[in-house]
């Protein structure tokens, strides 16, 4: 089919700008606080769902609420249904933004900038207005379209398992959350938690460990680390040459026999680790020569143990294959009298035995007196080369941008997992600066207006 779907794009141009502008307004962060019937997340989000209701109705779809959790717009008949996953939820702001959050501004340059331009507001517009020029041209297709909105993306994904255990799973489908051209494997994501079993007190160390905390997110690498240490020992020198060894940023301060030490590291996503360096690694690696009190000892020596390289290769769990290694990150370490745990972010290929991996994990983490529990595990996520839904796509980008649609894994998880057959697809194109979650987050206006065009025949393509 012939079509220039870049001139129908172009053509709604203008609308595609207001309708955007008018979603990136509404702080859709969740705040559980606040939540009611038929609003799980608190009323921001739920102003998001009720807006894309509102255009929905407006250009002649047929809606449907699934209880605040999410909802779709639907187009054209049929039993198969495609999915195109979208999420209407954004993480918090930040400080900082040159014109404000959620008062969404066109620069000169051409860019549109506000807190989910880029994820997922701005893409979920982009994939609607391919829908809608579906519709508005009036195309013979074979099955129903739903443009399904969740609203808990960024949290912990209830709104798509909520919506799935009322509604139809689509034969297949995208999400427009991620990059161009295709992702079609997503590793598998293993949260645990790992908690120190009680020891018998032996008196008589010279060091005692009062506490030991550093990080905030399981799934980031953390900058920061503090320990707290009784003793009459002089410390200070012995600090100082660990920092000019290992090229460590640090302080040390000493008050009536207590020392206080920090440690700085760097930042990263967990999904790679070693973009990052772990502060609280670097702080045990001082308080591991110290003949510390023998829980604070084993402690120490677990964190360098577990979380010695990012691969897993210290405790022989480590795998890779065309998605990547496995990656091992240590997020959260709180130690004190009332707990004594440390969070575990494993992300494994999908070609990966993984049960095996995690009974190795246990029995090493038992040897040294921690105990693992599980807080959420997905499983991988694969859909192979050469099924009809990647060769569909690929054909399509290739046609539209006239580069090669290669494919791609990720150590993340997209809403495309939760589809049996779903893969990620776009918006972001190659080169393109990833900006989600930073302040100043935008998306390239031109970036979005091609985006569209290749979802409207990606739409086509799929349903026809």
């Given at each position: 089919?012939?079509?220039?779907?870049?001139?129908e794009?172009?053509?709604?141009?203008?609308?595609?700008?207001e309708?955007?502008?008018?979603?990136?307004?509404i702080?859709?962060?969740?705040d559980?606080?606040?939540?009611?019937?038929?609003?799980?997340?608190?009323?921001?989000?739920?102003?998001?769902?009720?807006?894309?209701?509102?255009?929905?109705?407006r250009?002649?779809?047929?809606?449907?609420?699934?209880?605040?959790?999410a909802g779709?717009?639907?187009?054209?008949?049929?039993?198969?249904?495609?999915?195109?996953?979208?999420?209407?939820?954004v993480?918090?702001?930040?400080?900082?933004?040159?014109?404000?959050a959620?008062?969404?501004t066109?620069?000169t340059?051409?860019?549109?900038?506000?807190?989910?331009?880029?994820?997922?507001?701005?893409?979920?517009?982009?994939?609607?207005?391919?829908?809608?020029?579906v519709?508005?041209?009036?195309?013979?297709?074979?099955?129903?379209?739903?443009?399904?909105?969740?609203?808990?993306?960024?949290?912990?994904?209830?709104?798509?398992?909520?919506?799935?255990?009322?509604?139809?799973?689509?034969?297949?489908?995208?999400?427009?959350?991620?990059?161009f051209?295709?992702?079609?494997?997503e590793?598998?994501?293993?949260?645990?938690?790992?908690?120190?079993?009680?020891?018998?007190?032996?008196?008589?160390?010279?060091?005692?460990?009062?506490s030991?905390?550093?990080?905030?997110?399981?799934?980031?690498?953390?900058?920061?680390?503090k320990a707290?240490?009784k003793?009459?020992?002089?410390?200070?020198?012995?600090?100082?040459a660990?920092?000019?060894?290992?090229?460590?940023?640090?302080?040390c301060?000493?008050?009536?026999?207590?020392?206080?030490?920090t440690?700085k590291?760097k930042?990263?996503?967990?999904?790679?680790?070693?973009?990052?360096?772990?502060?609280?690694?670097?702080?045990?690696?001082?308080?591991?020569?110290?003949?510390?009190?023998?829980?604070g000892?084993?402690?120490?020596?677990?964190v360098?143990?577990v979380?010695?390289?990012?691969?897993?290769?210290?405790?022989?769990?480590?795998?890779?294959?065309?998605?990547?290694?496995?990656?091992?990150?240590?997020?959260?370490?709180?130690?004190?009298?009332?707990?004594?745990?440390?969070?575990?972010?494993?992300?494994?290929?999908?070609?990966?035995?993984?049960?095996?991996?995690l009974?190795?994990?246990?029995?090493?983490?038992?040897?040294?007196?921690?105990?693992?529990?599980t807080?959420?595990?997905?499983?991988?996520?694969?859909?192979?080369?050469?099924?009809?839904?990647?060769?569909?796509?690929?054909?399509?980008?290739?046609?539209?941008?006239?580069?090669?649609?290669n494919?791609?894994?990720?150590?993340?998880?997209?809403?495309?997992r939760?589809?049996?057959?779903?893969?990620?697809?776009?918006?972001?194109?190659?080169?393109?600066?990833?900006?989600a979650?930073?302040?100043d987050?935008?998306?390239e206006?031109?970036?979005?207006?091609?985006?569209?065009?290749?979802?409207?025949?990606?739409?086509?393509?799929?349903?026809?």
């Open positions: 089919m012939n079509m220039n779907w870049r001139q794009v172009d053509n709604r141009k203008d609308a595609f700008l309708d955007l502008k008018g979603l990136l307004q702080p859709s962060v969740l559980e606080s606040k939540a009611a019937p038929n609003m799980p997340f608190g009323p921001e989000v739920r102003q998001a769902l009720d807006y894309m209701f509102e255009i929905g109705e250009d002649g779809f047929k809606t449907k609420d699934v209880g605040g959790y779709h717009l639907e187009y054209g008949d049929g039993e198969e249904i495609v999915g195109i996953l979208c999420h209407l939820d993480v918090p702001a930040g400080d900082g933004w040159t014109y404000g959620f008062n969404p066109i620069t340059d051409g860019k549109i900038v506000a807190r989910g331009s880029n994820d997922d507001k701005g893409p979920s517009m982009a994939a609607y207005y391919g829908l809608r020029i519709k508005e041209l009036g195309l013979p297709l074979s099955k129903r379209i739903r443009l399904i909105a969740g609203c808990d993306e960024e949290s912990e994904w209830r709104c798509v398992r909520e919506y799935f255990k009322q509604e139809q799973m689509p034969t297949y489908g995208f999400a427009p959350d991620a990059d051209p295709i992702i079609n494997a590793k598998g994501l293993y949260d645990g938690v790992l908690t120190q079993l009680p020891i018998q007190r032996v008196p008589g160390s010279a060091y005692h460990l009062v030991f905390t550093s990080g905030e997110r399981p799934n980031m690498v953390p900058d920061f680390a707290e240490l003793t009459d020992e002089v410390l200070e020198e012995k600090f100082e660990y920092l000019e060894k290992y090229e460590a940023d640090g302080t301060e000493y008050d009536r026999g207590t020392y206080t030490f440690m590291g930042a990263a996503h967990a999904m790679e680790p070693d973009n990052g360096v772990n502060a609280a690694y670097v702080l045990a690696g001082f308080l591991l020569h110290l003949p510390l009190d023998i829980q000892e084993r402690s120490v020596e677990f360098r143990h979380f010695a390289d990012s691969r897993g290769i210290s405790l022989g769990i480590e795998a890779s294959d065309e998605t990547g290694d496995l990656t091992i990150n240590g997020g959260v370490f709180r130690y004190n009298e009332e707990e004594r745990t440390a969070t575990v972010n494993i992300r494994y290929p999908y070609t990966a035995k993984f049960e095996e991996r009974q190795n994990l246990r029995e090493i983490a038992l040897s040294f007196g921690f105990e693992l529990k807080r959420q595990h997905m499983p991988p996520h694969h859909v192979a080369e050469d099924h009809p839904l990647v060769k569909t796509l690929a054909g399509v980008y290739e046609r539209q941008t006239g580069e090669h649609a494919l791609m894994a990720i150590g993340g998880g997209t809403y495309a939760s589809l049996e057959a779903g893969v990620a697809f776009g918006a972001l194109f190659p080169g393109a600066k990833d900006v979650h930073q302040v987050e935008y998306m206006i031109e970036d979005l207006l091609r985006a569209a065009a290749i979802y409207a025949e990606a739409i086509y393509e799929l349903a026809k």
